[in-house]
């Protein structure tokens, strides 16, 4: 009787680690699928970061042109400080009479 658990108990053991190796063998599959997958995905988001860069630099020379216009454009304009006391002037002197 002890022969035959014996048996049992050694066929058991070649199952299980037959099937230990051909488990271990289908993750190994499966982890370079997913390594290939990821490197795909990594690849996408290199490129659109590529994308993105080439993006912010025309957006940034864009704005670099905008402020230069809004430079010259406040050069130009004459300053209202002078105008504004004599304007307040004029109300305190001529203003409503009651």
Same mark, same amino acid.
């Given at each position: 009787m002890k022969k035959l658990w014996k048996i049992i108990l050694?066929?058991?053991?070649?199952v299980a680690g037959v099937f230990?190796?051909?488990? =271990?063998?289908g993750n190994k599959k499966q982890f370079?699928?997913?390594? =290939?997958d990821n490197k795909k995905k990594l =690849?996408?988001?290199?490129k659109a970061g590529?994308?993105?860069e080439k993006e912010k630099k025309a957006i940034?020379?864009?704005?670099s042109k905008t402020d230069t216009k809004i430079k010259k454009t406040k050069s130009k304009v004459k300053s209202? =400080?002078?105008a504004k006391k004599t304007v307040s002037n004029f109300k305190k002197k001529y203003g409503s009479k009651k």
């Open positions: 050694g066929i058991f053991a070649i230990a190796l051909t488990a =271990k063998s370079k699928k997913d390594l =290939k =690849k996408d988001v290199k590529k994308e993105l940034k020379e864009k704005i209202t =400080k002078s």
